[in-house]
Structures are given as C-alpha cells and as structure tokens.
C-alpha cells in the first residue's frame, strides 16, 4: 500500500468520510508523522523483536560505495593522530530499534547473495584473534556509520546494504532493475505489510485522534479557523 493511500484513509476516517478543508489542524505531514511512529512503534512486536523478518519491511541500498579510513577517526586539532590500522566505512540511514541490530538485515556482496558477519563493535576485539574467523568479511555499525572489515580482500570497494530503516522515506531505495531513487510515497510500496495496515491506522484513531477530536473542527473552507471566527463574532 502507498504512504498517500494510507494518509488519505486516516484523514477521511477522522473526518467522517468529508473532505479536509484548508483549515484542518490534520495536516498530510503530521499524519505521515504518525505512520511512520506507529510503524516503528508496532514493528518489534510483529516481528517479535526482530526474530521474524518480514520482507514487506525491508528496504534495499543498492550499491554502497566504501571509504577507507584510519580506525582512530580523529578530527580536528587531533586529525593527525592515527591507530595505524585501516579500516572501510558507509554512512548508512538510522535503523529501527531492535535488539541485536536485527534492523540490520544484510551486509555483503553487491550480487546479494553472499553475507557478511555482521558483529559489534565489542566483538570484533575477539575475531581479530579467533583463528577460523579472523580472515573473515565482517561487519559492525556505530550510530549510522557502517564499519566493514575485510582482512583477505582488501580491493572490496562496495557492499550491498539491507535493513529496515527509521524513516522509509529518507531511504533512497533500490529495486531489481538496477536503478536507484528517493522515496516517492505516490508510486512506492510504504515499507509495512498490507495486512497490518488497519492495525496501524487503529492505533493512531485511538491514541492521536482522541485528543484532536477534542479541539473544535473546522469543516468551512475559508482559510480562518473556528477559534478566530468565534473571537471576532464577538
């Protein structure tokens, strides 16, 4: 289902099946707001917390390009002091809270189909010393950087990225065909299972729209609003 299908049910649900005036406190941006909250607010238990992956949930980077960095990352009046180790790096958009990284679906080979070990950051201290994992591709995240390490290949200069993203629509997504754009809520699948769909809308008529019911509504489409209308009636 598209993210405008989506919005445009809540809106005529909460006004009744009319249409929004232009003095509606319901604005298309706060009701994209709460789709993308309850999205992230309903997906670790539909998904018990990350356990059961949902295709309809995950988004796909593409191609990612890798920067070699020094692993001190230092900036500023310390730039120059450096670990002496290199290590490879993608920024990648903030990822859903869930336990483990499980928003982080896949890191691996742009053919999509041979995965990396994706650690923490805590863990790599122990690979680099474990002999049968220690040559191996590996991956961990900090905030939304994306730290690869490849020991045995050190030519890698792209990874494909998979993973179930905070906001869809920051994503810039790519499909099968090869090509690459940003998030078009007219003509892109939002990234939630069509059968959850009424019970993400359920959430927000009863824990949003209660308390917008409780303002006056304004349904006469004359640009001033029922609180001002009823100041200069007096």
Not at 73 to 89: H, R
Not at 136 to 163: E, F, M, Q
Not at 201 to 213: K, N, P, V
């Amino acid at each position: 289902m598209l993210l405008n299908e989506i919005r445009y049910s809540i809106i005529n649900t909460a006004k009744g099946g009319g249409v929004a005036s232009d003095d509606s406190r319901l604005s298309s941006r706060l009701v994209d707001y709460w789709i993308k909250y309850y999205r992230n607010f309903l997906i670790p238990e539909m998904t018990d917390f990350g356990k059961l992956l949902m295709p309809e949930l995950i988004q796909d980077l593409g191609c990612q390009t890798l920067t070699t960095v020094d692993r001190a990352e230092c900036v500023g009046s310390l730039s120059s002091v450096e670990w002496d180790c290199d290590i490879k790096k993608v920024t990648i958009p903030a990822l859903v809270d869930l336990p483990k990284d499980r928003g982080l679906v896949y890191v691996g080979s742009i053919g999509k189909n041979d995965p990396y070990d994706i650690i923490t950051s805590e863990q790599e201290s122990v690979y680099q010393h474990r002999l049968l994992v220690s040559r191996k591709i590996r991956a961990y995240r900090i905030g939304t950087t994306l730290y690869v390490v490849s020991p045995n290949n050190y030519r890698l200069k792209y990874v494909n990225v998979r993973g179930i993203f905070e906001d869809p629509t920051k994503v810039e997504s790519c499909s099968t065909a090869a090509t690459c754009a940003c998030f078009d809520p007219e003509v892109d699948e939002f990234p939630f299972p069509d059968t959850l769909v009424p019970k993400l809308i359920s959430a927000i008529m009863q824990r949003e729209l209660q308390m917008s019911q409780m303002n006056i509504d304004d349904l006469t489409n004359d640009s001033v609003d029922n609180a001002t209308r009823a100041v200069q009636q007096r």
